[in-house]
């Protein structure tokens, strides 16, 4: 009687990445066998995500041609990302062609920022656009040295429509004799709620925090004054 003690195979499993992010693929492969069953179930050979963060040893048992089985294990760690960075302040209002200001996060140590308008990353923290009225959403992530990223940080960013600038009344040029009278200028608002706001030539208000003002026509010369309209709603200023 004849009797042949086969080897048992040499079985290898491999990871193609022992150290990944959270939300990343890897993929666990066996060898020196014939078939492989991998414990926790995966497939061999195919990517997938892992769920748990933290250390996970993947085993897998290769049979060869002749039944005869053997094992090998891999290693996986999954890293838990960053917390999402603070934007500073968490969101803007603006007027209609208001100047803006550059957004601003903090980031943890030695972590990088990204910026993205949507889905499209830029290349730095970006100056929002107030040409156009509406709500628009700005986001930024950080990422760690090992290139894990966070979620992002949403910061809504709210551009006031346009005021329109209010209408002269009487006229917007007086004209008078000197010593010829005190007038009180005027003007009319396209909204009932909205106020008038005058400011003198030099850009300061008027009496009274930008009230109706009376020049005198006791000093001869042009004496230039502006009015805006300002929204009771949103305290935006029109054009004057």
Not at 44 to 64: E, K, L, M, S
Not at 108 to 126: D, F, R
């Amino acid at each position: 009687i004849d009797i042949t003690v086969n080897d048992l195979p040499d079985v290898t499993a491999d990871a193609s990445d022992d150290l990944i992010c959270l939300g990343d693929e890897v993929t666990v492969t066996g060898g020196g066998a014939e078939t492989y069953v991998w414990d926790p179930l995966v497939d061999d050979g195919v990517a997938f995500t892992p769920v748990d963060i933290g250390a996970t040893t993947y085993t897998v048992t290769g049979t060869d041609i002749n039944g005869c089985q053997n094992n090998a294990t891999a290693t996986v760690t999954v890293l838990a990302p960053p917390t999402p960075p603070t934007a500073t302040p968490s969101s803007y209002v603006y007027c209609f062609e208001e100047s803006a200001d550059v957004l601003t996060a903090s980031a943890n140590a030695n972590h990088v920022l990204t910026w993205y308008n949507g889905s499209t990353a830029l290349s730095g923290a970006p100056t929002p656009s107030t040409s156009t009225a509406g709500t628009f959403t700005y986001s930024v992530t950080q990422t760690d040295p090992q290139g894990c990223e966070s979620a992002k940080t949403d910061i809504p960013i709210i551009v006031h429509p346009e005021v329109d600038p209010p209408t002269a009344s009487p006229a917007n040029t007086y004209e008078y004799c000197q010593f010829d009278q005190t007038f009180t200028l005027n003007a009319n608002t396209t909204s009932p709620v909205n106020n008038l706001v005058f400011y003198n030539s030099d850009g300061t208000k008027t009496v009274g925090n930008g009230a109706p003002p009376t020049p005198s026509s006791s000093n001869p010369g042009t004496t230039q004054y502006y009015v805006v309209q300002l929204s009771s709603s949103t305290g935006c200023e029109s054009d004057p």
